[in-house]
Nanobody, 124 residues
Framework: QVQVMESGGGSVQPGGSLILSCVVS????????MGWFRQAPGKEREGVAV???????SYADSVKGRFTIYQDSTKNTLYLEMNNLEPEETAMYYC??????????????????WGQGTQVTVSS
């Protein structure tokens, strides 16, 4: 069973930065997608950024230029660097993994393995 675990959430002031981390327990031997998603109370979960096994990335328009998704050399750890955070981005942030995928989209319904989430609060 694949286990996904996020860390790095916290409270920051508007304009602040955070780096989220996500560790996946089981190595992959084929193409895959990994991504960061967020869900605020009363709202649907949305895809923030995704990356595929070749390193190609896709971002939500609202975070382009401020957020960066990347993985370490082992590809078992995923990061999301978030800069210039806004109060509207307060949410639970989730990391997700999808195996045997050739095309990575930001629809959360296509991801199989999820972490428990890490809370990000942006407030003055």
């Amino acid at each position: 069973q694949v286990q996904v675990m996020e860390s790095g959430g916290g409270s920051v002031q508007p304009g602040g930065s955070l780096i989220l981390s996500c560790v996946v327990s089981t190595p992959r031997y084929s193409s895959y997608c990994m991504g960061w998603f967020r869900q605020a109370p009363g709202k649907e979960r949305e895809g923030v950024a995704v990356i595929d096994s070749d390193g190609a990335t896709s971002y939500a328009d609202s975070v382009k230029g401020r957020f960066t998704i990347y993985q370490d050399s082992t590809k078992n750890t995923l990061y999301l660097e978030m800069n210039n955070l806004e109060p509207e981005e307060t949410a639970m942030y989730y990391c997700a993994d999808r195996r045997y995928a050739l095309i990575c989209g930001r629809d959360f319904r296509s991801y199989n393995y999820w972490g428990q989430g890490t809370q990000v609060t942006v407030s003055s």
